[in-house]
């Protein structure tokens, strides 16, 4: 994954909470909120991955 796709989830969590801060809509938060753990969900896929790809290029047999 590239930088710049995080960079883009972390664009859209600004975005969401400035609008928040400037208009106090609660709409503006739960969006913020959805693209925060949208991002937080991804990084941990990318964290999984990984992990994986350590262990198969790992000369070690590991489990599972």
């Given amino acids: 994954?590239?930088?710049s796709y995080f960079n883009e989830w972390l664009d859209e969590y600004n975005d969401y909470m400035r609008l928040f801060v400037?208009?106090?809509d609660?709409?503006?938060?739960?969006?913020?909120?959805?693209?925060?753990?949208?991002l937080k969900a991804i990084v941990a896929r990318a964290e999984?991955?990984?992990?994986?790809?350590?262990?198969?290029?790992?000369?070690?047999?590991?489990?599972?």
């Fill in 22 to 24: 400037l208009f106090g």
């Fill in 1 to 3: 994954m590239t930088s």
């Fill in 26 to 38: 609660e709409y503006y938060k739960a969006q913020a909120d959805e693209a925060l753990n949208a």
């Fill in 48 to 64: 999984r991955h990984k992990s994986i790809v350590w262990k198969i290029m790992s000369k070690k047999v590991h489990a599972y």
